[in-house]
């Protein structure tokens, strides 16, 4: 190599060295585990190595995924670490070896954070209670600025993920989310915590961060009495149905001895034993006595304290996503409950007993308006069920027709004699018919149907079943929802509209059985819902999770929280 060349490749290497020998030191130097000891033997210089250490441990936290280790994650680093860009790393809730009031505020309600539906290990409850027991327990703690410096740290990441929480909850956003939140983001929040810590009001201003709908005050109100007798505890957690019997008999096994039912597992092959004690906490639970391992069973030893708590956690977080004013009159569906209720202002104006769609044809959730009601409606079978129930049945015997009161109508709109129509060779990309029940008593829409306008083709109906009604449980529709007292729901939506339709004008109607299309009242807002839980004169009432989307949704969310 040429002598110019030897000393251009030198003038290129060592400037490229230096800067990696640099980028290396920063690297080094930004995964550098903070210390967990810093003594301070000067009160006086604590507040400056505080600060100098609030630096380090949010550069440490930038570099390393928001984790100070395997157990404590700082979950909003991107609004931490701008609140302390603001004060230039100085302490926000401390002050002369001494939590500020604000402090004390904010560590209560860590402590207590179940009262709203939260997990306090979400917000650093553990090790927040920790320190705060050492400073108490043992002043020579006071002189270590490492723990001053995390606790200040964890108490501003506590802040913003409980605003957050108790603001928008955990739960993503799906069809029925009504609350519109444009502006609430992250400068929301900063703002909103600049209020709090200018204030003093750090518990005011988290409070006015949850929802006014009275679905959510009731629940919120009632939660108090649960977590009164609530008993948390670790306990094994079955999956059902489970990857093989063996691994589900050693779950329910284990679930049984902590309950108390056996005081340790049985011994291999002892089926007989094990049915013996299956059939006692059947009995117990007041469940059909089979002494075998089953849903029911599973559904029962799961359904601890804990469980209930998520499924709070759940419902109230289905609550903030509607918004904080609701119309003064609307209906509201829940179909856990297997219930409808009409609010008009402060007062339910009317119940009723409903059934709704099986797990198998769920109701949909939506949010519409009842436009409309028609006496005396005709049904035209949907397709879905025709191909899934009715034609097999057809095509072994078309009398099956005349026993459902069905129609079999052509495109032209005519009655077509089923016996004219090869069934055999009709079949789901082969079928010009429709299916419609004759008007009456015995249509399954019964002798009316509310409208309402939706994308899944489902409305409100009376029905020719109605000693379904009595059962207690009613997820037995195709996923339209019956009503038991259709009568009282229609008198109501047409209230204010006497002369139009003045006393009795339904009964009139009904009487001659006359189909009739009643609009022109004020749409009636509409709201059907999946809540497993709800507060019910101070108490917590839980309903069946019915389509088994609570236990999907605990698992997706809450299946690591821990018990504190």
Known sequence: MKLYQLCFVKRLIFPLFFIVVSLVACNNNSSKKPAEKVIVDKPEQMETVVSENIDELLTYLKGNDGKLNDSVKVALLQQVDKVYQNTSFR???SKDQKWQPIADSMFYMVMH???YGLFPTDYHAEIL???HNKIIADPSSKKNAILWTRADVLLTDAWFGMA??????????????????SLVNDEYFFNKFQGAIASGNVLGVLREQEPTNRFYVALKEALPSFLDTAKFK??????????????LNTQVQQRLVEEGYIAAPLAAGDSAGLKKVLTAFQHV???KETGKINESVVRNLNYTDWEKFKRIALNLDRYKQLPDSLPEAYAWVNLPAFSLRVFDTDTIALQSKVICGSPITRTPLLTSAISNFITYPQWTVPYSIIFKEMLPRIQKNTDYLDKQNLMVIDANDSVIDPKTIDWAKLNKTHFPYLLKQRQGDDNSLGVIKFNFPNKYSVYMH?????KLFSNSYRALSHGCVRVQDWRIFSDYLIRNDTTKF??????AWMARQEKHVVSGFKRLPLYIRYNTCEGNDGKVKFYDDIYGVDRMLSEKYFANKNVY
């Open 502 to 507: 003045p006393a009795d004008t339904i009964n």
């Open 113 to 115: 954070a179940k009262e």
């Open 129 to 131: 209670n920790d320190f």
């Open 91 to 93: 302490t926000i809730w």
């Open 164 to 181: 957050k929480d108790l603001k928008l909850g955990r739960l993503e956003k799906d069809s029925v989310t009504l609350r519109i939140d």
């Open 462 to 466: 009376d029905t020719n079943a109605r």
């Open 285 to 287: 639970k007041k469940i």
């Open 234 to 247: 670790r306990v094994v957690y079955i999956t059902y149905p489970g990857k093989d019997s063996m691994s």
